[in-house]
């Protein structure tokens, strides 16, 4: 589809160019009715989805995780962080034998 032709913001009622809805879509502030046709506001949920969304696809984890604390391996230290991932797999175990505790 070509991105000559005006893009109606359905929400708010009037026209913006392709690129400007293109960026309202990267920033998760608008969404796609009908693609190079129409856009339309999202709501406050739907944006913060939207935003974890694509914090996922562009940041993945790292190899461990501990209910919020990431373990990241140092710079040529893979063969230990290898050992070490027992040692991860007992405290992650040991957290949520806490947590079911609490």
């Not at 400007?20 to 506001?41: H, N």
Request: charged residues 25%; neutral net charge; aromatic residues 10%.
């Amino acid at each position: 589809m070509t991105n000559r032709f005006p893009i109606l913001n359905v929400s708010r009622g009037y026209y913006v160019r392709h690129k400007q809805a293109e960026k309202a879509i990267t920033e998760c502030a608008a969404t796609w009715v009908e693609y190079g046709v129409s856009i339309r506001d999202l709501t406050l949920a739907e944006s913060i989805g939207a935003r974890n969304e694509q914090a996922k696809i562009r940041e993945p984890l790292c190899y461990s995780e501990l209910f919020g604390l990431r373990f990241e391996t140092p710079i040529g230290a893979e063969t230990t962080a290898k050992a070490s991932s027992a040692l991860v797999w007992e405290a992650n175990k040991f957290a949520a034998e806490e947590a079911a505790r609490a």
